[in-house]
């Protein structure tokens, strides 16, 4: 059983988080999974649109996460109120995941826009698992891919 995935039988729940502040890609990731997945019904997709929110999320509550889907150019408050995009905050994150007990065995999906060599040598570093560069593959390509997680 890889991640937190709840096996009844042969049932097995995947249990998955999006962290994504463009909401374009936050609804296109849920519903793929819902439209596109061999059996929908065991696919559960949990989206938040920051790293404080996705934080929050994995502090309240029980529920093991399999998959989790991070951006990697997140908008960021920086003091002033000034929002800014920024890829430290999500690498600290990642690294934070995969040095915790609860989560190193979830598998860290960076889902970018940006394909560049440089960003997906620096995600590898903190322990992302994958990286794919949104619009590379289709919908159903990423759902395949996620379950043959």
Do not use: C
């Amino acid at each position: 059983m890889r991640g937190g995935a709840i096996m009844t039988g042969a049932i097995k729940t995947k249990h998955i988080l999006v962290v994504e502040d463009d909401e374009m890609f936050r609804i296109l990731l849920r519903d793929m999974f819902w439209i596109h997945s061999t059996d929908h019904s065991m696919i559960e997709v949990i989206t938040r649109r920051s790293l404080a929110e996705a934080r929050s999320y994995i502090e309240s509550t029980q529920m093991p996460l399999d998959v989790i889907f991070v951006g990697l150019w997140l908008l960021t408050p920086r003091i002033g109120g000034i929002m800014v995009r920024d890829m430290s905050p999500t690498l600290e994150f990642i690294k934070e995941l995969k040095s915790s007990e609860r989560y190193k065995n979830s598998t860290v999906v960076v889902y970018s826009r940006f394909g560049e060599k440089e960003f997906k040598e620096k995600a590898k570093e903190v322990g992302a698992d994958h990286y794919l560069v949104k619009g590379e593959l289709s919908p159903k390509e990423v759902v395949d891919f996620v379950e043959t997680l």
